[in-house]
């Protein structure tokens, strides 16, 4: 947060939820950071926050895919 970088959470399940918020880091970041899927975290981001950051031009260097599920 102090450096201005924004960390969204997408299909969360709940066991790792539930750990998430045992240890606060759940709280730390909101629940605003929580989406049940890519496209409501990417209309969130379109909405409130893609005018209110200094670049606000996503990157388009790719990240890289920690896990592809078929569905996503």
């Known amino acids: 947060k102090e450096k201005q ?3 969204f959470f997408t ?3 709940g066991p790792v939820r539930d750990i998430m918020k045992r ?3 759940y ?3 909101g629940s605003d950071h929580f ?3 890519k496209k409501a975290a990417v209309k969130h981001y379109m ?3 893609a005018g ?3 670049n606000d031009t996503p990157s388009t260097q790719a990240a ?3 896990s592809k599920k078929e569905n996503d």
């Open 5 to 7: 970088i924004e960390l």
């Open 27 to 29: 709280d730390y970041l």
């Open 64 to 66: 890289p895919v920690v």
């Open 11 to 13: 299909n969360v399940k």
């Open 35 to 37: 989406f049940l899927s």
């Open 23 to 25: 240890s606060g880091y």
């Open 47 to 49: 909405e409130t926050l």
């Open 52 to 54: 209110q950051t200094s």
